[in-house]
């Protein structure tokens, strides 16, 4: 008992010795940040403090991993070292889990800081004790988990040589798989600074930040909430000033709640859209490693690696990873549900249920197109049962209804977490306006009544108002779809849809290589389709079943608004090629090996090329055409290019800009001295800026409203495309003198000038 007691106060004291270490370790790299950070915006990075602070924390983490080892922790160190065949395994792992609980860490820092100080206010010393608050929660959090996770050993002392030679391999390929993704993390991350708010974040930002802050549901309702919610989180821990007594949000106006919040009550919009951004990159990183998982159990680390390559050079995904919208979030609820209700359908389990429902639960949190799962799972429903029956020897029918029910108690779970979720974001929208918001979204059209009518009741109080608002949702997807919207693509023009937009959109903005290699795929299944193995077919069946299914639905709606309706399809697509290269990646034939090697690069250089343009990259297909050209809309033009009309007008000491801008961005905010202009005012002379999605799509409305439109600007060339989506032209008199505009149609209407725009011309 005695010696019991003397080993706890010697553990003890030993753990307060650590911590007074760390803390010293912790004092003095604090002091190697702020000089490497002031070091470097005073010399090579003056004008990117954002860009010196990520160099200077890293360059901290390595210190602070290095003098931890060797110093606090310097006998866990040591003992995991000592087998000199796992040295490079258990040092890279260290760092690794070193630098996830640093960052966690400055996380923690900052956003503590940010609450208290906004709950301190103006008492006196706030400012200092916020940061000691801050400096003490983040060294807390370090110290705990470095001692209790980082220095740990796992379970691969107990191996035998075999499975620890096969571990150490596997760990070589997650190491190049965590790489790879951090490229692309990077590359997102530089390009999120330089775009402009696109249109639907002026929505969602606003609706994301109301449901933390206001828990209140009354904006954005034709999208779900969780990916709107973590943007939510981000920016409640800063100080914004609110719209929640304002005219608009009063009225469940999304759009000018959007306008009044970036740009109208004094709110910094750049540093509103950076940590509404932020928490995005999480779902495009989370997409990534459950991508690289589910590769590496079907075909090994090798092709998983390859398969990652090609989400990593996606420029959709580049594009959209960083934007506060639900399209990267639905393709990684599309693969996780898919991916966890196959494991279900596998094993079984009460784990594996758990995880089906909370998989599928997410999937219809972060988008309402997931609501197409509940007609893919039937379909591998019925092609498990098949299974069973050929490899186990089941009947059918009995195979089939023991899934089926499966499937069912899936569902009816997820729809609990989901309703569960909801409540808590809902919870203090007034009964009126929730009735208010149903009314304005189904309208007083006769043939929504008997919707109107059951959601007014669950809107009757606030925990089946939960299940109400997510229905909302899901009917107001329906109705999207069928409405359609305007459409230009390679020299066509409709106010609805175009049936064969998805397919070229793709095969226009996809790379060629990642064509190429889906096409290859392709024929190998026909080829080998009468060879395969029922594990091989139940396969194609969980791949395809979503893959096709959301297609055919793509197809059949009228919702043309660019490749990023699409992106739920392409991990399917990933793991279908990754199905087909297994052979030739693994080959150790030199023709497959240069195979390989040719279709990284093909891929890589032209993405990469490309930066920071990926909202409107297209592929090698369209060269020597102007991206406008084939064209536009959330494929090509969002509104993302804004700040970098900014640039280019300061760099070229551009005043009075005519600027015909689409997007969420606001001209007069980033260049005060613009003018605001329309197609409808007609010819003019100047700098004139118009954003690619009016250039086309003036041309059908001008038509249908017998106005001008921007067909008058063929006869000239742009001065520069700024990105992929905004046109700069500068018009002389001479120019329309001598090139009088024409109208292929005739004017029979005008669009007034404003007087303060006339005056100036």
């Keep these: 008992m005695e010696t019991e007691k003397t080993e706890k106060n010697g553990e003890g004291k030993k753990t307060i010795w650590q911590f007074i270490k760390f803390a010293v370790v912790g004092v003095s790299n604090t002091l190697v940040d702020w000089a ?29 991993f290095v003098w931890n080892s060797v110093w606090t922790f310097r006998k866990e160190f040591l003992a995991g070292i000592s087998d000199k065949t796992l040295r490079f395994y258990r040092i890279t792992n260290y760092f690794i889990r070193f630098f996830v609980v640093s960052l966690v860490g400055f996380v ?11 709950k301190l206010g103006a008492i006196s010393h706030s400012n200092l004790i916020s940061l000691v608050l801050a400096s003490g929660a983040a060294i807390v959090w370090n110290f705990i988990i470095n001692k209790l996770w980082t220095y740990r050993k796992d379970k691969i002392d107990g191996m035998n040589s075999a499975d620890r030679a096969k571990k150490l391999r596997a760990f070589k390929f997650d190491i190049a798989a965590g790489a790879i993704l951090a490229v692309m993390m990077l590359i997102s991350f530089m390009t999120m600074r330089g775009d402009s708010a696109i249109v639907d974040e002026v929505a969602h930002i606003p609706s994301g930040y109301s449901y933390i802050e206001y828990h209140d549901y009354r904006l954005n309702p034709e999208h779900p909430p969780f990916a709107k919610a973590l943007a939510g989180i981000s920016l409640s821990f800063q100080k914004f000033n609110g719209f929640e007594n304002n ?12 306008w009044d919040f970036l740009y109208r009550l004094g709110n910094n919009p750049d540093t509103i859209l950076f940590w509404a951004r932020l928490p995005m990159l999480l779902f495009a990183l989370g997409l990534g490693v459950i991508l690289y998982k589910w590769a590496a159990e079907l075909f090994g680390n090798k092709t998983a690696l390859f398969v990652t390559f090609l989400y990593a050079m996606t420029p959709d995904f580049l594009a959209h990873s960083h934007l506060v919208t639900t399209d990267v979030p639905a393709a990684l609820g599309f693969l996780l549900a898919v991916y966890t209700f196959d494991k279900f359908l596998q094993k079984g389990g009460r784990k594996y249920f758990i995880l089906a429902i909370l998989g599928f639960a997410a999937a219809q949190l972060l988008k ?18 098949d299974f069973d029956k050929k490899s186990a020897g089941a009947k059918y029918w009995s195979a089939f209804w023991r899934r089926f029910k499966s ?29 208010q918001v149903i009314l304005n979204n189904l309208t007083s059209d006769p043939r929504t009544e008997i919707l109107r009518t059951f959601l007014d009741k669950l809107a009757g109080n606030h925990i089946t108002m939960a299940l109400g608002q997510y229905l909302l949702g899901v009917m107001l997807v329906f109705a999207r779809v069928v409405g359609g919207n305007s459409t230009f693509i390679i020299g066509h023009f409709s106010d609805k849809a175009i049936s064969w937009f998805f397919p070229v959109a793709f095969l226009i903005k996809t790379p060629m290589t990642i064509i190429v290699l889906a096409f290859f795929a392709l024929v190998y299944m026909i080829w080998k389709s009468k060879k395969n193995l029922p594990a091989e077919n139940w396969f194609l069946w969980l791949m395809l079943a979503p893959f096709l299914v959301y297609w055919v639905v793509a197809l059949r709606s009228s919702l043309d608004l660019g490749t990023r309706y699409l992106l739920p399809t392409l991990p399917f697509l990933y793991l279908l090629i990754g199905f087909a290269t297994k052979n ?26 490309a930066y920071p343009k990926y909202l409107g990259y297209l592929n090698i297909a369209t060269f020597g055409h102007p991206g406008y050209q084939e064209m536009v809309d959330s494929g090509l033009d969002w509104g993302q290019d804004l700040k970098r009309l900014q640039t280019y ?17 606001l001209p007069s905010y980033y260049i005060p001295d613009s003018i605001l202009w329309r197609s409808g005012y007609g010819p003019t002379t100047g700098w004139l800026v118009v954003s690619a999605t009016y250039y086309q799509m003036s041309k059908l409305q ?47 209407n005008y669009d007034v000038m404003p007087a303060a725009v006339n005056g100036q011309l």
């Design 247 to 258: 005219i608009y949000y009063k009225s469940a106006d999304q759009w000018d709640s959007g």
């Design 108 to 118: 923690i820092n900052y956003f503590t800081f940010s609450w208290a100080l906004n």
């Design 407 to 435: 499937f069912f108690s899936v569902s009816v779970g997820s729809l609990a977490v989901v309703w569960l979720v909801y409540i808590p974001l809902i919870w203090s929208t007034p009964v009126s306006i929730e009735k």
């Design 649 to 665: 007008a300061q760099e070229n000491q551009i005043k009075n800009m005519k600027i015909d801008y689409f997007g969420g961005g």
């Design 36 to 64: 490497i950070f002031y070091l470097l915006i005073a010399t090579v990075l003056p004008n990117e403090k954002l860009t010196a602070k990520a160099i200077s924390f890293i360059v901290a983490a390595v210190n602070s």
């Design 584 to 609: 030739i990646i693994e080959s150790k034939k030199f023709w497959a090996k240069v195979a390989v090697v040719v279709a990284i690069f093909t891929l890589a250089a032209p993405v990469l090329a």
């Design 702 to 748: 001008g038509k249908e409203s017998g106005k001008w439109s921007y067909d008058w600007l063929e006869s000239y060339n742009p001065v520069t495309v700024i990105g992929t989506s905004i046109l700069v032209f500068h018009i002389t008199p001479a120019d329309l003198a001598t090139n009088p505009p024409k109208s292929p149609y005739p004017i029979t």
């Design 368 to 385: 309402f197109s997931a609501v197409l799962l509940y007609g893919i799972f039937p379909i591998l429903v019925f092609a498990r049962a």
